[in-house]
T-cell receptor, first 114, second 114 residues
Framework: KAGVTQTPRYLIKTRGQQVTLSCSPI?????VSWYQQTPGQGLQFLFE???????NKGNFPGRFSGRQFSNSRSEMNVSTLELGDSALYLC?????????????FGPGTRLLVL | AQSVTQLDSQVPVFEEAPVELRCNYS??????LFWYVQYPNQGLQLLLK??????LVESINGFEAEFNKSQTSFHLRKPSVHISDTAEYFC????????????FGQGTRLTINP
């Protein structure tokens, strides 16, 4: 099976712009979670989608949003970018998001905000 | 709420030496425990997890971790490390009930010297 894929892998934006990141989960996986990784804050949970519904949300401002499509692919959007949004954004998928399930991570999208 | 503390941000060891990466957690509810590894410029990969049963869990590449409920710890060990083990290691917890997020520690950078 193909792993979790994320596009694009690298992105450079300027402050005030918006960005959309894409994640394709492993075939058959219906739960997709997003994480932000920075040197200062570490790995922080953004949100989780299951069957096109946001099931869980982390403590991020409303500028961060996401959605999931009927084929389980997911996108996250960040509007009005700030310098502090520079990070590695990781997507993870699992079969149904159960507590004991393994989450499979993609390689990430590295976002640089100038 | 849950929290995870990885007691060492960096651990340098010589090749073929034993290593222990320490992880303590705090939670008011029952949790599952995970260790993930991140190689340079890659996403996270599951190393091992504890859900229930034997408190000693092993991975296929020689790592093991022991769940200690009384000390709320889940330390990762390997009796003899290899250069290829150089990576960042993350301990994580997740409540065993409900659809909840993974909470990660800050990570431990393991550096293997020849």
């Amino acid at each position: 099976k193909a792993g979790v894929t994320q596009t694009p892998r690298y992105l450079i934006k300027t402050r005030g712009q918006q960005v959309t990141l894409s994640c394709s989960p492993i075939s058959g996986h219906r739960s997709v979670s997003w994480y932000q990784q920075t040197p200062g804050q570490g790995l922080q949970f953004l949100f989780e989608y299951f069957s096109e519904t946001q099931r869980n949300k982390g403590n991020f401002p409303g500028r961060f949003s996401g959605r999931q499509f009927s084929n389980s692919r997911s996108e996250m959007n960040v509007s009005t970018l700030e310098l502090g949004d520079s990070a590695l954004y990781l997507c993870a998928s699992s079969v149904s998001g159960g507590a004991g399930e393994t989450q499979y991570f993609g390689p990430g999208t590295r976002l640089l905000v100038l | 709420a849950q929290s995870v503390t990885q007691l060492d941000s960096q651990v340098p060891v010589f090749e073929e030496a034993p290593v222990e990466l320490r992880c303590n957690y705090s939670s008011s509810v029952s949790v599952y425990l995970f260790w993930y590894v991140q190689y340079p410029n890659q996403g996270l990969q599951l190393l091992l997890k504890y859900l229930s049963g034997s408190t000693l869990v092993e991975s296929i590449n020689g790592f093991e971790a022991e769940f200690n409920k009384s000390q709320t710890s889940f330390h990762l060990r390997k009796p003899s490390v290899h250069i290829s083990d150089t990576a960042e290691y993350f301990c994580a917890v997740r409540p065993s009930q409900g659809a909840q997020k993974l909470v990660f520690g800050q990570g431990t950078r393991l550096t293997i010297n020849p």
